[in-house]
């Protein structure tokens, strides 16, 4: 996707509903941004400490800042950072939920319902390649995403002065120059999901991503469909949409115009 007009470069299946796992966590840091201060300090609950697998270390009852919940939850992709973040501007992750939910339909991903704040599986929590993209534009509007996304390494600190060290799981940041930055998610069912924003010359692009089989894969895709997209931007290829039948495999690649033609095709 083109990042200024939101123009769609190359998509295979891009309304197809499918699990985001933690790149959720970008919609959790939008609501966030959008009903706290950076220096407001939440202290962790009990709940939001034992929330697992993957965890910052943050313990009940420690206390931080909600821009040190941020840098746990999109760089770390700490679930206890995102839900501590939920409770402290909903009351409660299910309140917060909520808030999400209607900030995807305010800015028209219209094909994505949250269950949680950090992504972790459940029934009706679903996202599309191209509302991931559309939440990723919403969120490169704030520089401080910005800044942590391209963050590779971070030491954060409790109030009580706890240090944290924080690495970046998006490998590309040290591999790909023109990666300005992004957020993985992968669970066993979701598989491995990525959205990133991508910079060269005037031009910013958005990649996402979701079901890619193995983390190897994602990152030679990204970085494919990132080439793709500054030669559509250069002139050099067309737009296209690629759509299949999920069932047989079979498929068909149309331009990628936005005639009303087109656009009922890509609702097929």
Known sequence: MDAETGRVLYAKNPDHCLLPASTTKLMTALVVLEHSGLKDVVTISRRAARTAP???????????TIETLLYAALMKSANDAA?????????SEEEFVKMMN????EIGANNTRFINANGLPGVGQYITAYDLSKIMREAIRFPVLREILNTRVA?????????IFMKNTNRLLWSDEDIVGGKTGYTR?????FVCVG??????????LLGTPSRALLWKESEE??????????HEEEPVVYLTDHDSGAGKMTKASYTKKTRKKREE
């Open 54 to 64: 993957m965890k910052s270390g943050l313990k009940e009852g420690d206390r931080v």
């Open 83 to 91: 839900v501590a973040l939920a409770e402290a501007v909903g009351g």
């Open 102 to 105: 209607r900030k995807a339909v």
């Open 155 to 163: 030491e954060v600190s409790t109030q009580s002065g706890k240090t």
């Open 189 to 193: 069912q979701a598989r491995h999901c």
């Open 199 to 208: 910079e060269r010359g005037n031009d910013t692009l958005i990649i996402a």
């Open 225 to 234: 469909l990132m080439a793709f997209g500054l030669k559509v931007m250069n």
